[in-house]
């Protein structure tokens, strides 16, 4: 199985902060990585696909780069509502698809 | 616009068995795959399976292996999953998940599970 691994963990971080997650696949997967944000006691829900396709709705202070196995999540200036746990997930090939354990951004 | 609503709140006993409902809307439900996922409290998302409405066919994780049931019902364009003999760390939230060219969107509301004696 592909792993998946986020980093860091947690954050800290203050409003209007340029804001980066990484995460790294334990073989390469092209550009086949998706990430999703989840807010206390909701859904995760999709912000970008294939590494960089913004879905529609997510603001643009949002995006994504990388491919094969690194890749990053970018958060340009952060907004009160960002504050939330933010997941990587693969989607190379075949399943099973795997998840990065997660990055809570909190507020400084 | 496309929505995935859930069955509600369970509480088990360890080594029974439990089963979610997924009432998908606003799209052809057999156009798209159908994935669950779950998440004990504080911890991360995990895979469990996938199913293809359209055939009926099915793909799980290894760590569910004989103890997942993926079903589908087109008439009523529900998806459900069925996990038997329950333990403790079985306790969650359950999710079903469109699939969308092999990422999730949407998700349903999540279906709290928890086991205990």
């Known amino acids: 199985d592909i792993q998946m691994t986020q980093s860091p963990s947690s954050l800290s971080a203050s409003v209007g902060d340029r804001v980066t997650i990484t995460c790294r696949a334990s073989?390469?997967?092209?550009?086949?990585l998706n990430w999703y944000q989840q807010k206390p006691g909701k859904a995760p829900e999709l912000l970008i696909s294939?590494?960089?396709t913004l879905r529609g709705g997510v603001p643009s202070r949002f995006s994504g780069s990388g491919s094969e196995t690194d890749f990053t999540l970018t958060i340009s200036s952060l907004q009160p509502e960002d504050f939330a746990t933010y997941y990587c997930?693969?989607?190379?090939?075949?399943?099973?698809?795997?998840f990065g354990q997660g990055t809570k951004v909190e507020i400084k | 616009q496309v929505q995935l609503v859930q069955s509600g709140a369970e509480v088990k006993k360890p080594g029974a068995s439990m089963k979610v409902s997924c009432k998908a809307s606003?799209?052809?439900?057999?156009?798209?795959?159908m994935h669950w996922v779950r998440q004990a409290p504080g911890q991360g998302l995990e895979w469990m399976g996938w199913?293809?409405?359209?055939?009926?066919?099915?793909s799980v994780a290894k760590s569910f292996q004989g103890r997942v049931t993926m079903t589908t019902d087109t008439s009523i364009s529900t998806a459900y999953m069925e996990l038997t003999r329950l333990r403790s760390d079985d306790t969650a939230v359950y999710y079903c998940?469109?699939?969308?060219?092999?990422?999730?969107?949407?998700w349903g509301q999540g279906t709290p599970v928890t086991v205990s004696s």
């Open positions: 199913i293809n409405p359209n055939t009926g066919g099915t």
């Open positions: 294939a590494a960089s």
């Open positions: 073989q390469s997967i092209s550009t086949s």
């Open positions: 606003g799209y052809t439900f057999t156009d798209n795959y």
């Open positions: 998940a469109r699939d969308e060219d092999e990422w999730f969107d949407p």
């Open positions: 997930q693969q989607s190379f090939r075949t399943p099973p698809w795997t």
